[in-house]
């Protein structure tokens, strides 16, 4: 079964930092084109970082100089550094899976993590 899971979240003072991971498993190439969310309560879901299968990046303008996302065969990160409260929420990694005896993409969602960072 192709899915991703992820871990890394926890409660963190501001100022800290994290590193979530997303790992695909199952019969799939490397993870291509992907990007990690987040939603707080009562918040609309926010795609915060994206990595396009060439590798380019992008932040929204609110985490840009603190997260980073990079990825590893069929493991995705975000490293959160300088952590502040409004970073508070539950963060989900999406990326396109692409089966190894198909080639057929599927587009897949972590099951989310929790992040809190405390004043």
């Known amino acids: 079964q192709v899915q991703l899971v992820e871990s890394g979240g926890g409660l963190v003072q501001a100022g800290g930092s994290l590193r979530l991971s997303c790992a695909a498993s199952?019969?799939?190439?490397?993870?291509?084109?992907a990007g990690w969310f987040r939603q707080a309560p009562g918040k609309q879901r926010e795609l915060v970082a994206s990595?396009?299968?060439?590798?380019t990046t992008d932040y929204v303008d609110s985490v840009k100089g603190r997260f980073t996302i990079s990825r590893d065969k069929n493991t995705l990160y975000l490293q959160m550094n300088n952590l502040k409260p409004e970073d508070t929420a539950v963060y989900y990694c999406?990326?396109?899976?692409?089966?190894?005896?198909?080639?057929?993409?599927?587009?897949?969602w972590g099951q989310g993590t929790q992040v809190t960072v405390s004043s």
């Open positions: 990595i396009a299968r060439d590798g």
């Open positions: 999406n990326a396109d899976l692409y089966s190894a005896s198909n080639l057929r993409r599927i587009n897949s």
């Open positions: 199952g019969n799939v190439l490397p993870i291509g084109a």
